[in-house]
């Protein structure tokens, strides 16, 4: 089984200042590799996938990077509706598995 | 647009069974594999396993082996999830996630086991 790490678990941050996420798995995943936000009683966002290619209606503020073992999630400007927890998760074995989440919460 | 409409809150005593399902709409039910991750209070996300519409084919994660069965009827673009031998720490919100990566994701289902 892929363990995901990430890390920290959480980032204290302003509003209007980036915030960088990392996530690391314990063997390649290649690209295949996505974030989520989820904010209190609610459902998981899928924010990006391929590791670097936003979803949907997400805003150009968040990117993703990486490949293999290493990769981040960076919200340039942090909005209010920001402020949450992000997940990340590999799709390229299984079982699939999470990370155990980044708190981002306002300083 | 693509819906996943899942069953209601349930509340279980240890020991028992729990079967949670969850309607697809608006895209090709069989196209996907269905996923199922739960989520404790507070804590993070747990990937259950996923079945095949097509074929009925599943693959579960080593955890719930034995326990969890998924099924589906494809005439009603529903798929299930059946949780055996059910005890506190089941305790969860339970979400159906068609795909490789989860785009879309059912509201998601309470299933409280206490006695």
């Known amino acids: 089984e892929i363990v995901m790490t990430q890390s920290p678990a959480t980032l204290s941050v302003s509003p209007g200042e980036r915030a960088t996420l990392s996530c690391r798995a314990s063997?390649?995943?290649?690209?295949?590799l996505a974030w989520y936000q989820q904010k209190p009683g609610q459902g998981p966002r899928l924010i990006i996938y391929g590791a670097s290619t936003r979803a949907t209606g997400i805003p150009a503020r968040f990117s993703g990077s990486g490949s293999g073992t290493e990769f981040s999630l960076t919200i340039s400007s942090l909005q209010s509706e920001d402020f949450a927890v992000y997940y990340c998760q590999q799709y390229n074995n299984w079982p699939r598995t999470f990370g155990q989440g980044t708190k981002v919460e306002i300083k | 647009q693509v819906q996943l409409v899942q069953s209601g809150a349930e509340v279980k005593k240890p020991g028992a069974s729990v079967k949670v399902s969850c309607k697809a709409s608006?895209?090709?039910?069989?196209?996907?594999?269905i996923n199922w991750v739960r989520q404790a209070t507070g804590q993070g996300l747990e990937w259950m396993g996923w079945?095949?519409?097509?074929?009925?084919?599943?693959g579960y994660a080593q955890k719930f082996q034995g326990r969890v069965t998924m099924t589906r009827n494809t005439s009603i673009s529903t798929a299930y999830m059946e949780l055996s031998s059910l005890r506190s720490e089941d305790t969860a919100v339970y979400y159906c996630?068609?795909?490789?990566?989860?785009?879309?994701w059912g509201q998601g289902t309470l299933v409280t086991v206490s006695s």
């Open positions: 996630a068609p795909g490789y990566y989860f785009d879309y």
């Open positions: 079945m095949n519409p097509n074929s009925g084919n599943t």
């Open positions: 063997q390649s995943v290649s690209s295949n």
């Open positions: 608006g895209y090709t039910f069989t196209g996907y594999d």
